[in-house]
């Protein structure tokens, strides 16, 4: 990725300005994450390199609440791991329209987030590298900054329970989750996870009534008739 | 390990992990795709992980139930994304929800 090329490209220029909305609801979100994080014990430091270099927000807050519960670092890094799953699936499909070697093209796959790979794609299989990089830049300045003032916020606040911080998580997460609940299936996988969560998190060691609650996807490995006229996407 | 030293190990790994797993794609010049069956078991983890966080960052604390202040500040935060405010917003309600509710009660 050239910054003179990207400069110069109105391509990659639009797509940072149609992020910005994404990247102000980043920053807030960034800010409850600094001041989560710091709540939970951890060092100002860890939550801002944490954000630098991971820039994944649900699977960041999802590894500092289990280690806030009490939960081995194991079991933080494996719900982080499961909660980026889908980048997974999503840097597959981006695969063919990144450009260069491979080290270039590793590179090139880290700027994707939820939101950018939703304004790149093309919608006929292939993806614009320049909205993806464009729209990626200022949601990951939001989320770096955020963090730091979140984290900066946490360390002044005496009591930040008193603010209501610790429902700025679960929040978060709700309104993740309801953009997630776009199929009868999906809302039951729903379901039966708070299930498996709330009764393994009274019976197991912290953290791992989150983790078996991933197991709740795998009915998605159920056989399902296909719709014939469904063109692949 | 201390409290400091697991949060640094988990930063580790966690970059690590989710680089591998953000450049995988790329990297293998995509044109392959999952299966139709792996690609659903990975559209719905998002789901079951984020309820299962928060359910349990709602109504538990240290391993128990502790159903408190921050059950109202859900229930806002329900009301707002029904009413399709700004992620923003969503944050923000609730908390000022909880925090309101702590102050009455």
Redesign the interface.
């Known amino acids: 990725m050239n910054v003179t090329t990207l400069r110069t490209s109105p391509v990659a220029r639009a797509g940072a300005r149609a992020a910005v ?1 994404f990247a ?2 980043g920053f ?2 960034a800010i ?1 994450f600094g001041i989560s994080a710091r709540a939970a ?3 100002a430091a ?2 801002i ?2 954000s630098a ?4 927000g ?6 500092v ?1 289990i ?1 806030a ?2 939960g081995s ?1 194991v079991a ?2 494996l ?20 450009k260069g070697g ?1 080290v270039r ?6 700027t ?1 987030v939820d939101a950018s790979w939703a304004m790149a794609n093309r919608g006929d299989g292939r993806f614009d590298r320049h909205t993806l990089f464009g729209s990626s830049a200022p949601q990951y300045v939001a989320w770096l900054s955020g963090t730091i003032i979140g984290v900066i916020a946490g360390s002044a606040l005496p009591n930040p ?18 953009s ?2 776009r199929t009868a ?3 039951a ?6 299930i ?3 009764v393994l ?2 019976l197991a060691p ?1 953290g791992i ?2 983790l078996a ?9 159920r ?1 399902v008739r ?1 719709a014939p006229t469904e063109p692949e996407a | ?1 201390t ?2 030293e ?6 580790a ?3 690590v ?3 591998a ?14 299966g ?2 792996a ?22 604390r ?4 502790d159903v408190d ?2 059950v109202g ?2 229930a806002v ?2 009301l707002l ?1 029904w009413r399709r405010a ?3 917003w ?11 509710l ?2 009455l009660f």
């Open positions: 909305p102000l609801a807030v979100v409850s014990g951890m060092p860890a939550a390199v944490m270099i991971m820039y994944a649900a699977a960041q807050f999802a590894a609440a280690l519960q009490g670092v933080a890094v719900a982080a791991m499961l909660m980026n799953g889908r980048y997974f699936a999503m840097g597959l499909a981006l695969g063919p329209s990144l491979r093209r590793a590179i090139e796959g880290q994707l329970e008193a603010l209501g911080i610790d429902a700025v998580f679960p929040a978060f997460f709700l309104a993740l989750l309801v997630e609940l299936e999906a809302s996988v729903a379901v039966g996870g708070a498996v969560a709330v998190g009274l912290a009534g989150i609650a991933a197991v709740i996807a795998l009915v998605g490995l056989p296909e | 390990m409290g400091a697991q949060a640094w190990l988990t930063v790994l966690g970059a992990t989710t680089f797993i953000r450049g995988f794609g790329p990297v293998t010049m995509g044109g392959r795709t999952l139709r069956r690609a659903r078991v990975l559209t719905l983890l998002p789901a079951a992980l984020l309820s299962a966080l928060v359910v349990t960052e709602t109504v538990m240290d391993g128990t139930l202040a921050r500040g859900l935060a329900a994304i700004s992620v923003i969503v944050v923000i309600g609730a908390a000022a929800a909880t925090a309101v702590r102050l």
